[in-house]
Protein backbone atom coordinates (compact mmCIF):
# COMPACT_ATOMS: atom_id res chain seq x y z
CA UNK A 1 0.00 0.00 0.00
CA UNK A 2 1.51 3.55 -1.41
CA UNK A 3 2.10 6.02 1.62
CA UNK A 4 0.90 9.20 1.97
CA UNK A 5 2.64 11.59 -0.81
CA UNK A 6 2.94 15.30 -0.78
CA UNK A 7 3.98 17.34 -3.74
CA UNK A 8 5.90 19.37 -4.12
CA UNK A 9 9.03 18.16 -1.91
CA UNK A 10 10.45 21.64 -1.93
CA UNK A 11 9.13 24.88 -3.23
CA UNK A 12 10.84 28.61 -2.73
CA UNK A 13 9.19 31.56 -2.89
CA UNK A 14 8.88 35.55 -2.45
CA UNK A 15 7.09 37.29 0.20
CA UNK A 16 3.77 38.15 -1.02
CA UNK A 17 3.24 35.31 -3.35
CA UNK A 18 0.76 32.30 -2.49
CA UNK A 19 1.38 28.83 -2.62
CA UNK A 20 -0.51 25.38 -2.66
CA UNK A 21 0.63 22.01 -1.24
CA UNK A 22 -0.72 19.25 -2.12
CA UNK A 23 -1.37 15.94 -0.34
CA UNK A 24 -2.36 11.94 -1.24
CA UNK A 25 -3.70 10.12 2.21
CA UNK A 26 -3.32 6.43 2.28
CA UNK A 27 -5.96 4.39 0.30
CA UNK A 28 -9.00 3.57 2.37
CA UNK A 29 -7.89 6.61 4.93
CA UNK A 30 -10.16 9.64 5.02
CA UNK A 31 -8.91 11.78 7.79
CA UNK A 32 -6.26 13.91 6.69
CA UNK A 33 -4.09 16.67 8.99
CA UNK A 34 -1.48 19.19 8.60
CA UNK A 35 1.37 20.28 10.35
CA UNK A 36 3.88 23.43 10.47
CA UNK A 37 7.33 22.36 11.80
CA UNK A 38 9.51 25.06 12.55
CA UNK A 39 13.09 24.79 14.51
CA UNK A 40 11.33 27.78 16.89
CA UNK A 41 7.94 26.48 17.39
CA UNK A 42 8.11 22.69 16.88
CA UNK A 43 5.62 20.71 15.28
CA UNK A 44 2.25 22.14 15.45
CA UNK A 45 -1.52 21.38 13.82
CA UNK A 46 -2.90 23.59 11.12
CA UNK A 47 -5.67 21.94 10.59
CA UNK A 48 -7.66 18.39 9.78
CA UNK A 49 -10.39 16.91 7.32
CA UNK A 50 -12.54 14.53 7.38
CA UNK A 51 -15.07 13.79 4.21
CA UNK A 52 -14.61 17.08 2.47
CA UNK A 53 -15.42 19.06 5.96
CA UNK A 54 -13.05 21.01 8.03
CA UNK A 55 -13.77 18.97 11.60
CA UNK A 56 -10.26 21.25 13.29
CA UNK A 57 -8.35 24.03 12.91
CA UNK A 58 -5.55 25.46 14.85
CA UNK A 59 -4.10 28.75 15.67
CA UNK A 60 -3.26 29.97 12.66
CA UNK A 61 -4.10 33.36 10.54
CA UNK A 62 -6.52 32.84 8.02
CA UNK A 63 -3.93 33.11 5.31
CA UNK A 64 -3.77 29.62 6.08
CA UNK A 65 -7.08 27.50 4.51
CA UNK A 66 -7.24 24.40 3.07
CA UNK A 67 -9.82 21.83 1.32
CA UNK A 68 -10.25 17.99 0.65
CA UNK A 69 -11.49 16.46 -2.16
CA UNK A 70 -14.25 13.73 -2.86
CA UNK A 71 -11.34 11.33 -2.98
CA UNK A 72 -9.97 12.53 0.08
CA UNK A 73 -6.53 14.33 -1.45
CA UNK A 74 -6.21 17.63 0.45
CA UNK A 75 -4.29 20.66 -0.30
CA UNK A 76 -3.51 23.56 1.62
CA UNK A 77 -2.88 27.39 0.49
CA UNK A 78 -1.28 29.61 1.95
CA UNK A 79 -1.63 33.25 0.80
CA UNK A 80 0.60 36.45 0.85
CA UNK A 81 3.25 34.25 2.25
CA UNK A 82 5.80 36.08 4.98
CA UNK A 83 9.32 34.97 5.83
CA UNK A 84 8.13 33.23 9.19
CA UNK A 85 6.50 30.74 6.67
CA UNK A 86 9.37 29.42 5.73
CA UNK A 87 9.05 25.58 7.56
CA UNK A 88 8.65 21.93 6.46
CA UNK A 89 5.15 21.31 6.13
CA UNK A 90 4.07 17.92 7.29
CA UNK A 91 0.41 16.37 6.06
CA UNK A 92 -1.02 13.04 8.28
CA UNK A 93 -3.84 10.71 6.98
CA UNK A 94 -5.72 8.31 9.56
CA UNK A 95 -8.84 6.35 9.14
CA UNK A 96 -10.94 8.69 10.79
CA UNK A 97 -11.48 11.10 12.96
CA UNK A 98 -9.53 10.36 16.35
CA UNK A 99 -9.12 6.87 14.59
CA UNK A 100 -5.75 4.93 15.55
CA UNK A 101 -2.43 5.33 14.11
CA UNK A 102 -1.76 8.43 11.82
CA UNK A 103 1.00 8.25 9.08
CA UNK A 104 2.87 11.24 7.84
CA UNK A 105 3.99 11.96 4.71
CA UNK A 106 7.40 13.38 3.70
CA UNK A 107 6.79 16.93 3.88
CA UNK A 108 7.52 19.65 1.15
CA UNK A 109 10.23 22.51 2.71
CA UNK A 110 8.98 26.01 1.95
CA UNK A 111 11.41 28.48 1.68
CA UNK A 112 9.70 31.68 1.60
CA UNK A 113 12.56 34.86 0.61
CA UNK B 1 -4.01 23.47 26.48
CA UNK B 2 -3.17 20.18 26.89
CA UNK B 3 0.93 20.74 27.28
CA UNK B 4 3.42 18.16 26.66
CA UNK B 5 6.95 17.89 28.14
CA UNK B 6 9.34 15.55 26.71
CA UNK B 7 12.71 14.31 28.86
CA UNK B 8 16.14 14.53 28.20
CA UNK B 9 15.85 16.98 25.60
CA UNK B 10 19.20 15.26 24.46
CA UNK B 11 20.57 11.78 24.54
CA UNK B 12 23.92 10.70 23.79
CA UNK B 13 24.48 6.35 23.62
CA UNK B 14 26.80 4.24 22.13
CA UNK B 15 25.77 1.73 19.92
CA UNK B 16 24.58 -0.87 21.98
CA UNK B 17 22.83 0.59 24.88
CA UNK B 18 19.49 0.79 26.20
CA UNK B 19 17.18 4.10 26.77
CA UNK B 20 14.39 5.43 28.19
CA UNK B 21 12.42 7.98 26.49
CA UNK B 22 9.66 10.26 29.07
CA UNK B 23 6.70 11.72 27.97
CA UNK B 24 4.39 13.83 30.43
CA UNK B 25 1.03 15.46 29.34
CA UNK B 26 -0.82 17.89 31.61
CA UNK B 27 -4.76 16.55 30.86
CA UNK B 28 -5.97 13.14 30.06
CA UNK B 29 -5.24 12.13 26.88
CA UNK B 30 -7.55 9.62 24.41
CA UNK B 31 -4.59 9.55 22.20
CA UNK B 32 -1.14 9.49 22.43
CA UNK B 33 1.40 8.54 19.40
CA UNK B 34 5.48 7.96 19.63
CA UNK B 35 6.83 9.26 16.51
CA UNK B 36 10.44 9.15 14.98
CA UNK B 37 11.66 11.71 12.89
CA UNK B 38 14.94 10.55 10.58
CA UNK B 39 17.29 13.32 8.81
CA UNK B 40 15.27 13.80 6.14
CA UNK B 41 12.12 15.03 7.98
CA UNK B 42 10.24 12.25 7.46
CA UNK B 43 7.93 11.04 10.82
CA UNK B 44 7.54 7.52 11.29
CA UNK B 45 4.71 6.36 13.54
CA UNK B 46 6.07 3.84 16.05
CA UNK B 47 3.54 3.45 18.43
CA UNK B 48 -0.15 4.35 18.63
CA UNK B 49 -0.57 4.21 22.81
CA UNK B 50 -3.15 5.70 24.67
CA UNK B 51 -3.14 3.44 27.11
CA UNK B 52 -1.11 -0.06 28.09
CA UNK B 53 2.41 -1.57 26.68
CA UNK B 54 3.18 -2.18 23.10
CA UNK B 55 6.23 -3.80 22.05
CA UNK B 56 8.09 -3.68 18.13
CA UNK B 57 11.32 -5.35 17.94
CA UNK B 58 13.81 -3.38 20.06
CA UNK B 59 11.37 -0.48 21.09
CA UNK B 60 8.72 -0.66 23.44
CA UNK B 61 6.26 1.50 24.93
CA UNK B 62 4.49 2.00 28.10
CA UNK B 63 1.42 4.55 28.81
CA UNK B 64 -0.27 4.86 32.34
CA UNK B 65 -2.97 7.32 31.42
CA UNK B 66 -4.01 7.84 35.09
CA UNK B 67 -0.69 8.80 35.99
CA UNK B 68 -0.79 11.24 32.84
CA UNK B 69 2.63 9.88 31.29
CA UNK B 70 4.27 8.03 28.59
CA UNK B 71 7.59 5.81 28.30
CA UNK B 72 9.41 4.63 24.82
CA UNK B 73 12.29 1.87 25.28
CA UNK B 74 14.91 1.49 23.03
CA UNK B 75 17.06 -1.40 23.64
CA UNK B 76 20.54 -2.55 21.93
CA UNK B 77 20.49 1.44 20.67
CA UNK B 78 21.95 1.06 16.70
CA UNK B 79 23.17 4.43 14.92
CA UNK B 80 19.93 4.05 12.67
CA UNK B 81 18.03 4.60 15.72
CA UNK B 82 19.68 8.38 15.55
CA UNK B 83 17.08 11.31 15.13
CA UNK B 84 14.49 13.20 16.65
CA UNK B 85 11.78 11.10 18.80
CA UNK B 86 8.35 12.83 19.46
CA UNK B 87 5.97 12.24 22.14
CA UNK B 88 2.40 13.96 20.50
CA UNK B 89 -1.35 13.71 22.29
CA UNK B 90 -4.98 14.19 21.61
CA UNK B 91 -7.74 15.27 23.66
CA UNK B 92 -11.16 13.67 23.10
CA UNK B 93 -12.48 16.57 21.20
CA UNK B 94 -9.74 16.96 19.75
CA UNK B 95 -9.92 14.48 16.73
CA UNK B 96 -6.59 13.85 15.34
CA UNK B 97 -5.65 17.11 15.93
CA UNK B 98 -1.93 16.19 18.02
CA UNK B 99 0.21 18.18 20.84
CA UNK B 100 3.53 17.18 19.75
CA UNK B 101 6.53 17.63 22.68
CA UNK B 102 9.57 19.48 21.63
CA UNK B 103 11.28 16.25 21.19
CA UNK B 104 14.06 14.17 22.62
CA UNK B 105 17.10 14.14 19.91
CA UNK B 106 18.97 11.22 20.00
CA UNK B 107 22.08 10.28 18.83
CA UNK B 108 23.78 6.62 18.60
CA UNK B 109 27.91 6.49 17.91
CA UNK B 110 29.60 3.41 16.94
Known amino acids: KAGVTQTPRYLIKTRGQQVTLSCSPISGHRSVSWYQQTPGQGLQFLFEYFSETQRNKGNFPGRFSGRQFSNSRSEMNVSTLELGDSALYLC????????????FGPGTRLTVL | GIQVEQSPPDLILQEGANSTLRCNFSDSVNNLQWFHQNPWGQLINLFY???GTKQNGRLSATTVATERYSLLYISSSQTTDSGVYFCAVGGSQAGTALIFGKGTTLSVSS
Open chain 1, 92 to 103: ASSLGVDRGVIL
Open chain 2, 49 to 51: IPS
